[in-house]
T-cell receptor, first 117, second 113 residues
């Protein structure tokens, strides 16, 4: 079983709704990630948090707003989404070594399947 | 040209056969190489992780990295129907700000009983 837990597993929302996706890990990892995956495509990086600070934003539209309240939690706030934002949203975490250097492998959660009507 | 190339398949093999998967890449800065298995509508599951060149074996899985050729492989021995999934290669450069993986497009594998 994955040690990265995502909720909810499924979410349906209208274009005017505000919702949030949540992610939790208790492996002591200090880097956490949001990825977006469309059907039959590889995951696409959205955001990276390293030691609770946003370190990478892949030019994601502002209707997606990430938040890292502490080292174990990662949220993705959603507002005014478009139907084309429907996808599987994946959270992941990884160890980081000294000075924030990455140590390799990412561990993914099961994902939150989002449908925007 | 994509940074990481992977044949999309599908790759269909009979149960018990060896599954051979590979990826080529163009960025010589990549140092970490991973293989993920993804079942339909699930998150990717890390199968193998290799740093730099060489071979690594874990049960029925063997990962190989040839940095001189910019080529990585995954072999699955004694394949089972439960191995039917999409296999994604992924790689990253050392000391990225967080681990910014570059994925291949994934190869769909079907193991027939």
């Amino acid at each position: 079983d994955t040690e990265v837990t995502q909720t909810p597993k499924h979410l349906v929302m209208g274009m005017t709704n505000k919702k949030s996706l949540k992610c939790e890990q208790h492996m002591g990892h200090r880097a956490m990630y949001w990825y977006k995956q469309k059907a039959k495509k590889p995951p696409e990086l959205m955001f990276v948090y390293s030691y609770e600070k946003l370190s990478i934003n892949e030019s994601v539209p502002s209707r997606f707003s990430p938040e890292c309240p502490n080292s174990s939690l990662l949220n993705l706030h959603l507002h005014a989404l478009q139907p084309e934002d429907s996808a599987l949203y994946l959270c992941a975490s990884s160890r980081t070594g000294l000075a924030g250097a990455n140590t390799g492998e990412l561990f993914f959660g099961e994902g939150s399947r989002l449908t925007v009507l | 040209q994509k940074e990481v190339e992977q044949d999309p398949g599908p790759l269909s093999v009979p149960e018990g056969a060896i599954v051979s998967l590979n990826c080529t890449y163009s960025n010589s800065a990549f140092q970490y190489f991973m293989w993920y298995r993804q079942y339909s509508r699930k998150g990717p599951e890390l199968l193998m992780y290799t740093y730099s060149s060489g071979n690594k074996e874990d049960g029925r899985f063997t990962a190989q990295v040839d940095k001189s050729s910019k080529y990585i492989s995954l072999f699955i021995r004694d394949s089972q129907p439960s191995d039917s999934a999409t296999y994604l290669c992924a790689m990253s450069a050392i000391k990225a700000a967080g681990n910014k993986l570059t994925f291949g497009g994934g190869t769909r594998v079907l193991v027939k009983p």
